[in-house]
């Protein structure tokens, strides 16, 4: 699992993350994210495993990404602002 917590102006480009056992990716408290062409995968039983979870954040982008997990592809936690998402491929999990 990757966890940026009060980070700025990051960009997250072309990389795979595989299997993870919880979050496979967690923005919190973060402004000005790009995600860009990642690969994420968890089996489709497993729980807890959302692809990106977003919480108290804004100006995320999430483009031209695939996500397949046990659960949801992209969570929408409270706080978030300015949040786009685009070419996204999702399933077979809870979609977005």
């Known amino acids: 699992s990757l966890v940026f917590n009060d980070a700025k102006d990051i ?15 967690v923005i919190d ?6 995600v860009d062409g990642l690969n994420i ?5 497993s729980p807890n495993t959302d692809g990106i979870h977003v919480e108290q954040s804004s100006g995320v982008t999430i483009t ?3 996500i397949k997990t046990g659960d949801d592809c992209i969570s929408i936690g409270q706080g978030t ?5 685009e070419k996204v491929t999702c399933g077979p999990g809870h979609g977005i």
Do not use: M, P, R
């Open 81 to 85: 602002q300015n949040l786009w998402i």
């Open 64 to 66: 031209n990404t695939y």
């Open 41 to 45: 995968q968890s089996a489709a039983t």
């Open 11 to 25: 960009k997250l480009k072309g990389f795979t993350s595989l299997n993870s056992e919880l979050f496979n990716i």
């Open 29 to 34: 408290t973060s402004s000005n994210v790009q």
